[in-house]
């Protein structure tokens, strides 16, 4: 539909002519492209591979523990939700910084700043409100409460530091240096996380 509606609205410009030619994909700008998504790309393949080895480790050790499988699974399925929410913020920001960074090379320091100030609010309601957190996705018995605390101090331990990463991967990216800003991506959901 979106693309549909842009077919509709190009040939409106009055100052750009568009024909059929430029349409065409050229190598050039293939990889052009490629290089700025290829950071998203690998950042989303990471979170899909970082879910299944945590609910394997979860699964397995959990099992092991007072809390059973069940308990950490669901905790963490709820801190997975919040921490989404935050860093979905944080992701839009520096998403929408991007075109800014690229036009002026040094534009981010503004961003870094808000971005930080978000992050270390995220931080503290995380480690000061855990109980609170998990209570807005129900609630269950004492180990789960128990364990869902521990979870949100630990998991959430470095949220602030969640907010300059993909700042930092999207600044690299729209400067051209696309393999740094993938592995600055890798860095959080691979090379830490895991």
């Known amino acids: 539909f979106s693309a549909l509606m842009v077919l509709g609205y190009l040939p409106k410009f009055h100052t750009v002519k568009l024909s059929m030619h430029d349409f065409m994909p050229k190598s050039?700008?293939?990889?052009?492209?490629?290089?700025?998504?290829?950071?998203?790309?690998?950042?989303?393949?990471?979170?899909?591979v970082t879910q299944i080895v945590m609910n394997n480790v979860l699964r397995y050790y959990g099992a092991l523990s007072i809390y059973g499988s069940d308990i950490p699974l669901a905790v963490v399925g709820v801190g997975s939700k919040v921490n989404m929410v935050f860093l979905s913020i944080v992701i839009g920001i520096s998403q929408g910084?991007?075109?800014?960074?690229?036009?002026?090379?040094?534009?981010?320091?503004?961003?870094?700043?808000?971005?930080?100030?978000?992050?270390?609010?995220?931080?503290?309601?995380?480690?000061?409100?855990?109980?609170?957190?998990?209570?807005?996705?129900?609630?269950?018995?004492?180990?789960?409460?128990?364990?869902?605390?521990s979870y949100f101090r630990v998991f959430m331990?470095?949220?602030?530091?969640?907010?300059?990463?993909?700042?930092?991967?999207?600044?690299?990216?729209?400067i051209g240096k696309a393999p740094m800003g993938i592995f600055i991506s890798m860095t959080r959901q691979i090379i830490f996380l895991i």
């Not at 052009?32 to 979170?47: E, K, P, R, S």
């Open 157 to 174: 331990f470095c949220t602030f530091l969640n907010g300059i990463q993909p700042l930092t991967a999207n600044f690299f990216t729209s």
């Open 28 to 48: 050039r700008f293939l990889k052009m492209v490629m290089a700025l998504g290829m950071a998203a790309c690998f950042n989303q393949l990471a979170i899909f």
């Open 97 to 149: 910084a991007q075109p800014i960074i690229g036009f002026n090379y040094g534009a981010a320091q503004y961003s870094r700043v808000k971005k930080t100030i978000i992050a270390v609010i995220a931080f503290a309601g995380f480690q000061i409100f855990p109980r609170q957190i998990t209570a807005l996705f129900g609630s269950g018995d004492e180990l789960y409460e128990q364990f869902a605390v």
